[in-house]
């Protein structure tokens, strides 16, 4: 018998979340973002100057949000993981390579040395351990790897029922 899953696909801005998720928009998948979720739930606060993004709360919208989908679902956003989902995608992205990703983006020096840090120290994976989230995870590095090459993999972890991969993070860009 199988269920319906909710995969959540989180990670430091710019490890590509967003760029993985569109390839399985045509995979049958429901394809949710955390940001629009919080616009949908009335989960929106105030506009952080220091983030230069509108901050979510995400405890709150994880009460609220229920998956209405008849297939799976992949929600996209780098607070995802916080969310009642059955899975946890990880993607990593080697720090210099994420500061050229983030710059090209337009980001803040502010912002891009925030997030470059919050990469660096394995930041999701701090959440994820704090919080005992104990849901199957998979953590894949994105620095080299074509989305194509990501998606693959991905689709092979569905197809194999979300098999642990891993309970801690086997990057360490610290020990590079
Ligand atoms: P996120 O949604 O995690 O913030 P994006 O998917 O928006 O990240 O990707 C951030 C930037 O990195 C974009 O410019 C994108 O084109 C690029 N990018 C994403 N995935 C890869 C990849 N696997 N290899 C190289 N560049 C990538
Ligand atoms: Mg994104």
Redesign the pocket.
């Known amino acids: 018998m199988s269920t319906l899953s909710i995969i959540a696909i989180t ?1 430091t ?8 998720v569109e390839l399985f928009s045509d995979a049958n998948f429901t394809i949710l973002s955390v940001k629009d979720l919080a616009k949908q739930y009335d989960c929106e606060g105030d506009f952080d100057e220091v983030t230069q993004s509108i901050d979510i709360d995400i405890h709150r919208l994880a009460e609220k949000f229920e998956a209405d989908s008849k297939g799976d679902t992949i929600v ?1 956003g780098h607070l995802s993981h916080l969310l009642d989902v059955d899975a946890i995608i990880i ?1 990593r992205c080697k720090p210099s390579i994420l500061q050229e ?1 983030l710059a ?2 337009g980001y803040t020096e502010q912002k891009i040395t925030a997030n470059v840090e919050w990469e660096m120290i394995a930041g999701t994976w701090s959440e994820i351990i704090e919080f005992e989230l104990d849901q199957s995870i998979l953590e894949l590095d ?1 620095t080299n ?3 194509g090459e ?1 998606f693959v993999a991905i689709t092979q972890w569905i197809n194999d029922g979300y098999s642990q991969d891993s309970t801690n993070p086997r990057i360490d860009w610290l020990a590079e």
């Open positions: 990670g801005p710019g490890v590509g979340k967003t760029t993985i996209d993607l990703r090209k983006r994105t790897c074509e989305p990501i």
